[in-house]
């Protein structure tokens, strides 16, 4: 991927390997598979399948979607160590 010019990569990749782990986590505690946390948070399957394999960067919109769908708080989603 081009980069502009002074502008570094902020891309985490043992950060968002955590998250996408602690998503699995709290949406299997949940008892939901993937597709059905998808349906509920008004994303596409990928989408939560790319998150939670660190494969993307979620943004602040499907936190708080994904959040939603789980019944719970978005600061769950980031409650893990790495």
Do not use: P
């Not at 990569?9 to 998250?19: D, G, I, K, M, P």
């Amino acid at each position: 991927m081009a980069q502009l010019a002074g502008v570094s990569s902020v891309r985490n990749q043992a950060y968002l390997e955590a998250f996408g782990r602690n998503l699995r986590k709290l949406r299997k505690e949940k008892g939901l598979s993937m597709e059905k946390l998808a349906h509920a948070a008004g994303v596409e399957y990928s989408q939560v399948f790319k998150i939670e394999h660190a494969q993307t960067n979620a943004t602040i919109s499907t936190v708080h979607a994904i959040a939603k769908a789980l019944k719970i708080a978005e600061k769950e989603l980031f409650d893990f160590s790495l």
